[in-house]
């Protein structure tokens, strides 16, 4: 069997949007205490390495996030790594769930608590940023999780209305979804 050869874009001071999903798409990634020690596991990652987050929606099984490292930096492999691995300590050491691996993935010394993988975009221009920016705030709709954009908790959009940059019934139109290249998103 071959291995796919996974290539990723390294891009210092590149803006990136990433998605990243849990083993076997496992849904607790919404859960009060998923939630928490994702953001404390994100929180310390940033204070070791630091990236600006624009923006990030939770799904029960998976995450979008949007960001960009410091001028000199493409290290955003490493920093998933850590946030995972930081993650899983703790997230098995308060008891949360863990899915069956196989014998190749203990062997590996994995654990069922995150695919082992996640998939990038390099951000290419201000309108590639805008389309990534509201795909991310549109996804909870585009799954079904709610009607419209402002009923999903665990997401930016609320910061960003805040902030004026979207109004409250933003997302209630299809016609607001955006273009994004599907290949890179799930």
């Not at 071959?2 to 990136?16: A, N």
């Not at 990634?29 to 939630?35: I, N, P, S």
């Not at 404390?40 to 990652?45: F, V």
């Not at 585009?142 to 997401?155: I, Y």
Request: aromatic share 14%; net charge negative.
């Amino acid at each position: 069997m071959t291995m796919p050869d996974y290539r990723r874009w390294y891009v210092p001071g590149g803006t990136y949007f990433f998605t990243v999903v849990t083993y076997r798409r496992t849904p607790f990634l919404c859960d009060e205490m998923a939630r928490r020690l994702l953001r404390e596991s994100m929180e310390l990652e940033a204070a070791k390495r630091p990236f600006e987050m624009h923006a990030i929606v939770l799904l029960p099984d998976h995450l979008h996030s949007l960001w960009t490292l410091p001028p000199d930096d493409d290290k955003y492999s490493q920093r998933w790594s850590a946030i995972k691995a930081e993650f899983t300590r703790n997230w098995l050491r308060a008891g949360g769930c863990e899915g069956r691996v196989t014998a190749g993935e203990h062997g590996e010394q994995r654990r069922g608590v995150w695919q082992p993988r996640f998939m990038e975009h390099t951000i290419r221009d201000e309108d590639d940023f805008e389309n990534h920016f509201n795909y991310i705030h549109y996804n909870p709709a585009r799954h079904g999780h709610v009607v419209a954009t402002k009923d999903w908790p665990w997401s930016t959009f609320h910061k960003y209305v805040q902030l004026d940059v979207y109004s409250p019934e933003w997302g209630t139109n299809p016609m607001d979804f955006p273009s994004v290249d599907e290949d890179l998103l799930e």
